[in-house]
């Protein structure tokens, strides 16, 4: 049986999820893309609790205008300028499941030139 597109990308995600993992000193980046949106989160996965959030639907983002890869970086720097806020400066970097891409590799370089080192 054939899989999905979306079947694919989960199975690439686990396999991902296994290796990075968040930490209090090293939190994990992660990165979810929809159709029109892209969504960050700062996790440290042993508390299970999001650090810092940043997407395209933030009133400040979303008000700006380009393509998508262009907004992807601006939520790259919106999530690192809150990061540093919080105290984080090194993260690890969750890709989801994606290719390291387009709008990924937009908002982790964003996120680079916000101050984040990963």
Known sequence: MALTKNQKRLRIKSRIRKVVSGTESRPRLAVFRSNKEIYAQVVDDVTGKTLASASSRD??????????????????????????????????????????????????EGAREGGLKF
């Open 59 to 108: 009133k400040d983002i979303s008000s700006a205008k380009g393509t998508k890869t262009e907004i992807a970086a601006l939520v790259g720097k919106s999530v690192a300028e809150k990061a540093l806020k919080s105290g984080i400066e090194a993260i690890a970097f969750d890709r989801g499941g994606y290719q390291y891409h387009g709008r990924v590799k937009s908002l982790a």
